[in-house]
């Protein structure tokens, strides 16, 4: 029972122009929402977080984005940089204040093409 | 402060031997969780502590897995009887209660049985 679902393994980007990463949920007592990016041989890195309350939160080149009916949240790196790559994992949590128990997607390889 | 560490960075074990992962995690958080990692997936959700309290277990974690944080400081991960497919990454995060900006993992521990 995949509770959230990444449904592109890979993508691949020229550098500066936009990444657009999904995710899919299908438990409805989700409400808060993360995005972690992780290198090779290192743990997951916290990058940006939305509560059920907002539908946008932006961070510098970050924003998420959340429609709660489509069940749905998208993550936009603007402008993508090399520096970029890496994988990014979605995560979903009980808990409008914050993470409690996480359950992540499986994870999707952004590559930036210089 | 140094983030979370995990010790050690890798495992190898032979089929039915007991291991133990350690995790330190930053000093001021009262909550800390351990997660495992497979190849092509996102991290699953183990078990979860609130000082010394463990509050939840995962269904993953059969009886030949126990955690403990018995000072609520460090935790310990001990898998009895290795069997193959425990073969993983072991993540060890924490935070300062249900954290807004996520939580900190630390770079896992990467268990190999043979």
């Known amino acids: 029972d995949q509770q959230v679902k990444q449904n592109s393994p890979s993508l691949s980007v020229q550098e500066g122009r936009i990444s657009i990463l999904n995710c899919d949920y299908t438990n409805s007592m989700f409400d808060y929402f993360l995005w972690y990016k992780k290198y090779p041989a290192e743990g997951p890195t916290f990058l940006i977080s939305?509560?059920?309350?907002?539908d946008k939160n932006e961070d510098g080149r970050f924003t998420v984005f959340l429609n709660k009916s489509a069940k749905h949240l998208s993550l936009h790196i603007v402008p993508s940089q090399p520096g970029d790559s890496a994988v990014y994992f979605c995560?979903?949590?009980?808990?409008?204040?914050?993470?409690?128990?996480?359950?992540f997607g499986q994870g999707t390889r952004l590559t930036i093409n210089p | 402060d140094t983030g979370v560490s995990q010790n050690p960075r890798h495992k190898i074990t032979k089929r039915g031997q007991n291991v133990t992962f350690r995790c330190d995690p930053i000093?001021?958080?009262?909550?800390l969780y351990w997660y495992r990692q497979t190849l092509g997936q996102g991290p699953e959700f183990l078990t979860y502590f609130q000082n010394e309290a463990q509050l939840e277990k995962s269904r993953l974690l059969s009886d030949r897995f126990s955690a403990e944080r018995p000072k609520g400081s460090f935790s310990t991960l001990e898998i009895q009887r290795t069997e193959q497919g425990d073969s993983a990454m072991y993540l060890c995060?924490?935070?300062?209660?249900?954290?807004?900006?996520?939580?900190?993992f630390g770079s896992g521990t990467r268990l190999t049985v043979v």
């Open positions: 995060a924490s935070s300062l209660g249900q954290a807004s900006g996520g939580y900190t």
């Open positions: 000093s001021e958080h009262n909550r």
């Open positions: 939305i509560s059920s309350i907002k």
């Open positions: 995560a979903a949590s009980r808990g409008i204040q914050g993470a409690q128990k996480l359950v």
